[in-house]
């Protein structure tokens, strides 16, 4: 998320990705989308001796609540459920049971092992009900637990720097570390050390360990609002932060199938600091507000916060999201800035255009200063001109918001008219790969970015210009490509939404999807992929894997729901990264895969299913989102493809026989969406 620094005077970007990767899934509601108006283009500008001056507003996404208009709205009297009020209307306060936990990924112990220093009653529990007191005194100088094959194993280390291992006969479930005081020291990599309140416990990931945190939510949040905002602010404010950050946690943990956690510790989720982050000011504002969430429609509400909206709330896909006038958010300091941006730094970033002559905002949201934050942006130059998302021109120079204008142009100018739609002509019935969207190309790499859904058109490894298919997909959980699930020659979309209703999006001649139509199932799923036609009905099918760890096939019934429900196999709880790449192999049946710590791995179709997993390579963990669609290259061979923490595309080609080559990065960077898998 995003929040201020400690002092007033300066902000910090703590923009989380709130969409993030396929394997870090989406948050979940309903795909309403709320919009205001787009406002026109404004006026082109040329560049004054080689650059060009932004002048913006506002810090982070601006959705949700700005936590300078909570401190301004509390300095003008307001109650912390009044500010709440104001920034998700139409929410109400809900209280969660006493006792509620959280389970979080310490992201910063990452050398797959957890170590502990020694405490008071210091134990080992399995999972199952077994439990191992371990010794005391002053020859164990610390304790870790490890992984060895497929369970665990204790080990104390002496003064010596020795680890001597020891004989627990604890159970196969996920072992982890308790005290007396419930409270533990963990020993990160390089030997610093942390203390967190609750239990620490290692979850497997391939053949290491993930470190993760449970702890009473309350405990949870007291270690969260002092390093969101600072507590020395007024006393509603930082309450409303607290109500926020418990909702936020709750949300992510009840929408979303992390494995083995419900949220992270970082500001790609929301950060989060042990007990040593805690702070007077901090508690009397959980106590205050002890157990209080914002909901809307029965569910806990998406309570995303920012620094600064510079003025205008920002509209994103929720009821309780929406664009409107903040006259509190500047009370405290003005949220103005600017920046100088030099033609030639712009003409790095997108050498195709030459030498830059001038920039050109072309659309924008309509809420907020000069219009709008800024949705689309036109750099032209003397070869060529490119259209990119005012989202992606924020980042790539490290500003602060998309809230912004270029000095010297005009508002209200004539939008360049976008031009009818083609016609696109129906395929074959049924088909599902490869994932094409059109005939001119030969599979289509699907983006979700914020709400908007594209399509790239991918030849020879290269993608093409994005064709925008629809909005309002931003807040589903799953985006997947059906294949034509109705059988009329056009590619289909399937999501997954709050309550676990999934919706058919279905293609058409406009080249856009049609509203979503409820396909009368969807409960009691972890993880979800389109797999192409497993029956051998001709039709396409699902697969899913259950909260409890079994695979189930989804039989498409060839119009817009289910025929059948067949359990395939169980023991699935450890696979992650469920994926339908189609025929990988060249038997004519379609494959699957899955993610497993650190491996990628190849279920074979069977007649009757799957078969068990084989590893086709490591260093898979490496990449927080993959996706198949078919034939990338163009050879013939199904393929995979990856996006580097950075952004990076990676294309694996497939072999036709179920191998895949080694990765080959591709040009251009797709930071701030996630695949539709």
């Keep these: ?53 932004i002048r913006g507003a506002g810090f982070g996404h601006g959705h949700g609540m700005s936590q300078y208009g909570a401190y301004g709205a509390a300095k003008k009297g307001l109650t912390w459920k009044q500010i709440l009020a104001f920034y998700y209307p139409g929410t109400t306060l809900t209280t969660m049971p006493t006792g509620t936990t959280i389970k979080v990924l310490l992201t910063a112990d990452s050398d797959g092992d957890l170590r502990v220093q020694p405490a008071a009653g210091l134990r080992v529990s399995d999972g199952e009900g077994g439990r191992y007191t371990v010794p ?37 479930g996920t072992w982890s570390f308790s005290s007396t005081a419930k409270v533990l020291t963990l020993v990160r990599p390089g030997g610093s050390t942390r203390p967190y309140r609750g239990s620490l416990g290692l979850v497997r990931s391939g053949s290491g360990g993930k470190t993760v945190n449970t702890v009473l939510l309350e405990d949870y949040v007291r270690a969260v609002v002092p390093v969101e905002m600072p ?16 909702s936020y946690a709750v949300r992510t943990r009840d929408f979303t199938d992390r494995p083995g956690y419900d949220i992270c510790d970082t500001d790609t989720c929301q950060v989060y600091g042990g007990e040593r982050a805690e702070t007077s000011g901090g508690d009397a504002a959980v106590k205050a507000t002890a157990g209080r969430v914002v909901s809307h429609g029965g569910r806990v ?28 958010d500047g009370v405290i300091t003005s949220q103005a800035w600017s920046r100088t941006l030099t033609a030639a730094a712009i003409g790095r970033s997108w ?66 008219p976008t031009p009818p739609p083609a016609t696109v002509r129906p395929g074959p019935a049924y088909a599902s790969y490869p994932r094409s969207y059109s005939a001119a190309s030969r599979a289509d790499l699907l983006l979700v970015s914020g709400s908007t859904l594209r399509r790239y058109p991918v030849t020879k490894g290269v993608l093409g210009a994005p064709v925008t298919l629809g909005t309002g997909f931003g807040a589903a959980s799953h985006v997947l490509n059906a294949g034509d699930w109705n059988g009329d020659g056009y590619q289909d979309v399937i999501t997954r939404a709050s309550d676990g209703t999934l919706r058919l999006h279905r293609g058409t001649a406009t080249g856009r999807l049609a509203a979503g139509v409820v396909m009368g199932f969807g409960g009691g799923i972890r993880a979800l992929a389109a797999v192409g036609d497993v029956t051998g009905d001709g039709k396409p099918d699902l697969v899913s894997i259950s909260p409890a760890g079994n695979l189930w096939l989804h039989a498409g019934n060839g119009r817009t729901g289910r025929a059948s429900l067949t359990k395939l196999a169980g023991g699935w709880s450890d696979q992650e990264s469920l994926r339908g790449p189609g025929d990988l192999t060249g038997d004519g049946r379609p494959d699957l895969l899955t993610t497993r710590g650190d491996r990628l791995q190849l279920h074979r179709g069977t007649a009757s299913g799957f078969a068990e997993p084989v590893t086709v390579g490591t260093g898979w963990s490496a990449y927080p989102a993959l996706t198949a669609v078919g034939d990338v290259t163009g050879d013939g061979r199904g393929d995979v493809l990856a996006r580097t923490s950075a952004g990076k595309l990676v294309l694996f080609r497939g072999d036709g026989r179920g191998g895949l080559a080694a990765g080959t990065t591709l040009p251009g960077s797709i930071s701030g969406t996630r695949f539709a898998i």
């Design 231 to 246: 507590t020395s602010w007024a006393a509603d404010a930082v309450r409303s932060q607290a109500v926020a950050a418990r």
């Design 301 to 328: 509400a998406l309570t995303q916060f920012a620094s600064s909206n510079g003025g205008a709330l920002a509209a994103s896909n929720l009821p309780y999201l929406v664009a409107k006038a903040d006259p509190y």
């Design 351 to 416: 050498p195709s255009v030459g030498t830059v002559k001038k920039l050109q905002v072309t659309r924008r949201d309509g809420s907020g200063p000069w219009g709008g934050r800024v949705e689309k942006i036109t750099v032209t130059g003397s070869k060529s001109s490119v259209t990119v998302g005012g989202e992606t021109f924020q980042y790539r120079f490290g500003m602060r918001s998309s809230l912004f204008t270029v000095a010297g142009a005009s508002t209200g100018g004539t939008a360049t």
């Design 1 to 53: 998320m995003s929040s201020p620094t400690r002092a007033v005077t300066t902000v910090r970007s703590r923009t989380g990705r709130l969409w993030g990767g396929a394997v870090a899934l989406s948050l979940l509601t309903s795909l309403a989308l709320l919009a205001p108006p787009t406002a026109s283009a404004d006026s082109a500008v040329a560049p004054r001796e080689g650059s060009f001056t």
């Design 136 to 172: 005391t005194g002053a020859t164990h100088t610390s304790w870790r637990i490890s992984r060895k094959g497929d369970g665990y194993q204790l080990a104390s280390r002496d003064a010596a720097g020795t680890w001597k291992t020891r004989s627990t006969g604890l159970g196969g």
